[in-house]
């Protein structure tokens, strides 16, 4: 098989030949693909990179409601696109006017240290269509509040990256645990082992591992 280029991106095409080289390579997780049905992980290219990482870092340990009315505050307060937020004017508001929006203190610091590291180019969002994934990863990862998983998931979501293995995930470790019945939930080291049929499609894979929990009688697998 051939592997996909390093900057592929994630196409309704491309979709229909990972779902069909999973079931080749895979008759586990063809069984949960013929369960689920399409996949539709294609990348969120509305708005700008960087709008798109100060999201993930307001929506973090918030419910869904709650997220989205401190990021719509958050993004009157700046003016302009909602989806793509200057980092230079971040950079003029006070802390007070920020926290006054429902930031927490640290997220405060995150999205200052996000838009810093923008600003003074340590994070080329120019470029990042262009470059591989760990590349990516080992960029935003030294931002304050973009941990691995962050990143792994900016990688699938918005850049639609075929490749990911977002190991520590803890909804792809149960859905691997249902589709392949393991007694134990896996750890890191267990579903990379899982995910060797899943190549070079790790982010499909994982991708149906979330939506079989999802799956009326998921309890089944």
């Known amino acids: 098989m051939v592997r996909p280029a390093r ?14 080289a999973l079931c080749a390579q895979d008759e586990t997780m063809a069984r949960a693909i013929e369960r689920v049905g399409k996949c539709t992980l294609l990348p969120r290219r509305e708005g700008s990179h960087f709008g798109h ?13 709650a997220a989205a009315t401190i990021h719509g505050r958050f993004t009157a307060l700046l003016g302009g696109d909602p ?13 007070e006017a920020l926290r006054a929006c429902g930031l ?8 200052r240290d996000l838009a810093q590291h923008v600003v003074d180019e ?19 990862v030294p931002v304050r509040g973009i941990g691995p998983w962050t990143a792994q998931m900016f990688l699938m ?3 639609g990256r075929p490749d990911v293995l977002p190991v520590l995930d803890l909804g792809v470790r149960k859905g691997a645990q249902r589709i392949y019945r393991t007694r ?9 082992k899982i995910a060797r049929n899943w190549r070079p499609w790790a982010s499909v894979a994982s991708w149906y591992c979330w ?8 309890g089944g697998w």
Request: with cysteine; glycine share 2%.
């Open 104 to 111: 927490s203190s640290a997220k405060v610091r995150a999205v």
């Open 157 to 159: 979501f918005r850049l």
């Open 184 to 192: 134990a939930l896996p750890d890191a080291a267990r579903l990379e």
């Open 122 to 140: 340590r994070l080329p969002l120019h470029a990042l269509d262009e470059m591989d994934d760990q590349a990516i990863i080992d960029a935003l």
């Open 211 to 218: 939506r079989v929990l999802d799956l009326e009688d998921a």
């Open 53 to 65: 990482l100060v999201r993930n870092i307001i929506y973090q340990q918030l419910s869904g409601s």
């Open 7 to 20: 900057c592929d991106t994630l196409t309704p095409a491309r979709l229909v030949r990972a779902r069909e």
């Open 83 to 95: 989806q793509a937020p200057d980092p230079h004017v971040i950079l003029t508001m006070t802390d």
